[in-house]
Structures are given as structure tokens and as C-alpha cells.
């Protein structure tokens, strides 16, 4: 009911964290990705885990700002950053198969042609 109200109020994260005081987890997390708010929703993705519940994840409806997912602009911010497919993997807790294969689906989105150019594309896009 608090977290509903503080909601109404616009005070979304807040809101999420009354929702995880009071237990509801996947609330929680819904509520902070609405918000991109990455630190606390990892630090709920590994209670959950924790607790043996699955992690909400995110439609392609939920894309964010330039066609790519949440994990996708990680996975470019890092390339960007000169990180290898390894680092990008311990940094993101995947694996190196999931950045590849998040790199090849970039590819395809952005219409770039490797890492040089997709780090160029996404220093343009001023992210």
C-alpha cells in the first residue's frame, strides 16, 4: 500500500524499495528497471537468485533508447571502453558466448560492422 502511494507520487524508487522492505522482490525489480536504476536492481537480480526465484526479464517492448536492451548498451559501453569479450563477461556476470552473442545482435540492430565501428557509433550517440 505504501509503495503504491509513494508510486502515485511519482516517487518510483522509493517505491521499489518499500516493495523489496516489504519482500516482493520481483516488484522491486520491475520498478527499478522502469527507472534504469542498475546498481540496486543487480544487488535484487542476486537476492532473487539467492532465493531461488527467477529474474524478471525484459520484453523486447522495454528496449531502451537506440534499439538495444539495458545488457546491450552495458555490453557497448565496455567495448567502447577497449574491454575484451572476457572482462565484458566477468563484468556483466555472463558469458563469453552471451556478449558474443550480444555483440552479433548489435551488429544487426545498429547496422555496424564490428567492434571498432560500433564503439565509434556509440561514442557519436553521446551515451
Known amino acids: ?8 507520487a511519482q ?7 518499500a516493495l523489496r522492505d516489504a519482500g516482493d522482490l520481483n516488484g522491486a525489480y520491475r520498478l527499478l528497471s522502469r527507472i534504469e536504476a542498475t546498481t540496486v536492481r543487480r ?9 531461488g526465484q527467477p529474474v ?22 565496455l567495448v567502447a571502453g577497449g574491454a575484451r569479450n572476457e572482462e565484458i563477461a566477468a563484468a556483466l556476470g555472463i558469458s563469453v558466448r552471451t556478449v558474443e552473442t550480444h555483440l552479433s545482435r548489435m551488429y544487426e540492430k545498429t547496422g555496424q560492422r564490428g567492434r571498432v565501428a560500433l564503439a565509434l557509433w556509440w561514442q557519436a550517440l553521446g551515451e
Open 11 to 17: 516517487l518510483v524508487y522509493e517505491a521499489a524499495l
Open 56 to 77: 524478471p526479464r525484459r520484453t523486447r517492448a522495454n528496449n531502451t533508447r537506440g534499439g538495444l536492451t539495458e545488457t546491450e548498451r552495458s555490453v557497448c559501453e
Open 1 to 8: 500500500m505504501i509503495a503504491a502511494r509513494l508510486e502515485t
Open 43 to 51: 544487488q535484487l537480480a542476486d537476492q532473487l537468485r539467492r532465493a
